[in-house]
């Protein structure tokens, strides 16, 4: 899940949101605002009303920001680096550029996710019973209410044991402590992910069928997603075993086509050699030293009026946003980061030049060359 913008950096982490962010925001918002607020307390106006539901939103995406944040710092206190962390539709989720590195780091790591929300949810309900103490029931007491809940059943939800909540980190940290195998413990937390997604896919049916469309298509759309996720974990770690001792050298291609970042989108889209032979190019400086990453896509949404002043540095993918390894780190550690779209390209950096670029593309080509070079390898 990639940002559609970003919010900057919160304790050195890359924070951004995906568009499907205002879904789940209008729902809450629309929700408490229209329907929950003016049942429970009539006779305020709708003005107030919105105030609060919006202002219950807010809170509750920071409540998830604050859980996902909890994540990453965890991760970079043992030794794990964080990409970025993105809100979308169905919660937040922190990108990670490896694995933890035992199972005591990725236990805590895992952990202190629900026990985030979990505090979060004890401090919003000792403030409702403040609130409610001090100024008798009102809609700021049962907005807090809200947000009490909301958060408990989120930490109780993430800790159910099944990939890749973070219950099923928890239990692939306790199977993986127990057999010392890390791929087999992935197994049995992805099988246990996919169990769960397909059973919330057929309640989702069943409250669909019962009348209940909305608590039904939810349901159901939560379980479906979880099932995709545990598959793809399955999937990565079976890849990344494949390509265990392989350098990011044996599978980059090498010498990639390149281009200034003074070259005019007008020259870009005019030269055969970089319209036609990749989606994404290189960008370097003067100096020759690489300073983003250039897809076509981007350039061609550029206007045509335009095309003659606007550089490829204005609409590149600037260095800091592009995934940067060396040709000799391990190629199984990027796997998580390829993504099949032209911007999520890896760049190949040595000695202050790009030497090569990697794709999902590059990656697959690998492991089918090795599987076919050495089936049985990839058997066991």
């Known amino acids: 899940m990639r940002a559609t913008f970003r919010l900057g950096r919160i304790a050195g982490v890359r924070v951004g949101v995906h568009w499907t ?35 219950t939103a807010v809170v509750f995406l920071a409540s998830l920001l604050a859980h996902e944040l909890a994540h990453a710092v965890v991760a970079k206190r043992n030794g794990v680096a964080v990409d970025d962390i993105v809100l979308w539709l169905l919660g937040g989720v922190a990108r990670l550029r490896g694995e933890a590195p035992t199972p005591g780091a990725e236990f805590r790591l895992a952990g202190v996710g629900p026990l985030v929300s979990l505090v979060l949810g004890v401090v919003f309900g000792l403030a409702a019973w403040g609130v409610h103490a001090a100024f008798g029931a009102g809609l700021a007491v049962d907005a807090l209410a809200w947000l009490a809940v909301i958060n408990i059943v989120l930490a109780v939800f993430n800790a159910i044991p099944a990939a890749p909540l973070d219950g099923g980190r928890l239990l692939h940290a306790a199977m993986w402590r127990r057999s010392g195998d890390r791929l087999r413990a992935t197994v049995g937390a992805s099988t246990a992910g996919r169990g769960f997604g397909w059973a919330l896919v057929l309640l989702g049916l069943f409250l669909f069928v019962r009348g209940d469309t909305v608590g039904g298509v939810w349901t159901a759309l939560i379980g479906w997603f979880l099932t995709s996720a545990a598959t793809l974990e399955r999937r990565q770690a079976e890849v990344r075993r494949t390509l265990a001792g392989i350098p990011v050298r044996n599978a980059m291609t090498r010498e990639p086509v390149t281009m200034t970042e003074r070259l005019t989108v007008a020259d870009v889209l005019n030269d055969a050699e970089h319209r036609y032979r990749h989606p994404a190019f290189p960008v370097t400086d003067d100096a020759e030293a690489p300073v983003g990453l250039m897809t076509l896509n981007s350039a061609r949404h550029v206007p045509e009026k335009d095309r003659n002043t606007v550089t490829v540095r204005d609409v590149m993918v600037p260095l800091a946003r592009v995934d940067v390894v060396g040709p000799d780190e391990p190629l199984a550690d990027i796997v998580p980061r390829l993504d099949p779209v032209p911007e999520h390209r890896v760049m190949v950096v040595a000695h202050g030049r790009c030497v090569g670029v990697v794709s999902a593309s590059d990656v697959n080509d690998m492991v089918t060359w090795l599987v076919a070079n050495n089936p049985q390898s990839h058997s066991r």
């Open 21 to 55: 962010v205002a879904v789940i925001f209008a729902v809450i918002a629309v929700g408490l605002a229209q329907s929950r607020l003016p049942d429970v307390y009539p006779g305020h106006s709708w003005a107030l009303y919105w105030v609060v539901g919006l202002l």
